[in-house]
């Protein structure tokens, strides 16, 4: 679970320089 949740912030920080 831990990992997911590493993983889904990873996803959203990624996003975040992405799209932002």
Request: charged share 10%; no cysteine; aromatic share 10%.
């Amino acid at each position: 679970m831990q990992d997911f949740l590493a993983a889904m912030g990873l996803v959203l920080v990624i996003e975040g320089l992405v799209y932002g």
